[in-house]
């Protein structure tokens, strides 16, 4: 059964920085996409990172700049300078396995808070 742990949320003020864990375990399959998505109160949860197993990687705009996704094998990372109120969220691991159907799987979720 596969699944993902996340590490790292917490309370931080603004323009600090954080760095967000995400460890993936019962498979030996190395997935075709990993990253990272949020969701704040009242709102949808969106892409913030994502990272190929070739490192190809995109962003959304509004982290660009500031965010940088990395991982090793199954494990993800997601560094966050120069945080916002507006990062405010619970952000969330994703692994995306494609080989003859398609598998995805979430985190359990973590909270980033950033304080003004």
């Known amino acids: 059964q596969v699944q993902l742990v996340e590490s790292g949320g917490g309370l931080v003020q603004a323009g600090g920085s954080l760095r967000l864990s995400c460890a993936a375990s019962?498979?030996?399959?190395?997935?075709?996409?990993m990253g990272w998505y949020r969701q704040a109160p009242g709102k949808q949860r969106e892409l913030v990172a994502v990272i190929t197993g070739a490192a190809n990687t995109d962003y959304a705009d509004s982290v660009k700049g500031r965010f940088t996704i990395s991982r090793d094998k199954n494990t993800v990372s997601l560094l966050m300078n120069n945080l916002k109120p507006e990062d405010t969220a619970v952000y969330y691991c994703?692994?995306?396995?494609?080989?003859?159907?398609?598998?995805?799987?979430w985190g359990q979720g973590t909270q980033v808070t950033v304080s003004s």
């Open positions: 994703n692994a995306d396995l494609r080989g003859a159907g398609r598998e995805i799987y």
């Open positions: 019962g498979t030996i399959f190395i997935f075709n996409v």
